[in-house]
T-cell receptor
């Protein structure tokens, strides 16, 4: 969805480096999410935020941290990257109860492919 | 956290109707049933959502029996471009579990 953008789209880094993945949205949604996807597997929720003052851990938050700088921005950080964090990372937004989307409808960004050597 | 079970993969010929069934025995009273489609290297895309009975939109139909312990996504007359992974999810907006999905391959 073009209204949800992620930067960078691809990143190669080394073990132990700190890295930040950024997500921006122009949909005006309060809720934002970070997922990771490993090859051949489904998406797993890392963190989610219901508004700028609300941050919640997901299924696999260890090794990750997030920052909700504004309604439109939600960043994911890997403080000390390790090879098993190599994956495709997706950001998503939602507006449950919003007039123009369904209750469980999330809008996904294009993804960031992260490789940790 | 309600989880789902769906076939790992399915094949279908172009032009056929495809039905993908998902079981969710632990669905809670307030849970919705939602289906997403994902193409390689892209984020999932919402297809359809329902609570009970039948829901139809321009892309698919969703059939939900009275006990809500399963649901069936129906794709009419599939084309090659429908080759993708389809995820069945149950829950609310803050506790969706994607699982591994069903990989649908449409054959010419």
């Amino acid at each position: 969805d073009a209204d949800v953008t992620q930067t960078p789209r691809n990143r190669i880094t080394k073990t132990g480096k700190r890295i930040m993945l950024e997500c921006s949205q122009t949909k005006g949604h309060d809720r934002m999410y970070w997922y990771r996807q490993d090859p051949g597997l489904g998406l797993r929720l890392i963190y989610y935020s219901f508004d700028v003052k609300d941050i919640n851990k997901g299924e696999i938050s260890d090794g990750y941290s997030v920052s909700r700088q504004a309604q439109a921005k939600f960043s994911l950080s890997l403080e000390s990257a390790i090879p098993n964090q190599t994956a495709l990372y997706f950001c998503a937004t939602s507006d449950p109860g919003g007039g123009q989307s369904s209750y469980n409808e999330q809008f996904f960004g294009p993804g960031t492919r992260l490789t940790v050597l | 956290l309600a989880k789902t079970t769906q076939p790992i993969s399915m094949d279908s010929y172009e032009g056929q109707e495809v039905n993908i069934t998902c079981s969710h025995n632990n669905i809670a009273t307030n849970d919705y049933i939602t289906w997403y489609q994902q193409f390689p290297s892209q984020g999932p895309r919402f297809i359809i959502q329902g609570y009970k009975t039948k829901v139809t939109n321009e892309v698919a139909s969703l059939f939900i029996p009275a006990d809500r312990k399963s649901s069936t996504l129906s794709l009419p007359r599939v084309s090659l471009s429908d080759t993708a992974v389809y995820y069945c999810l149950v829950g609310g907006a803050n506790n969706l579990f994607f699982g591994t999905g069903t990989r649908l391959t449409v054959i010419p």
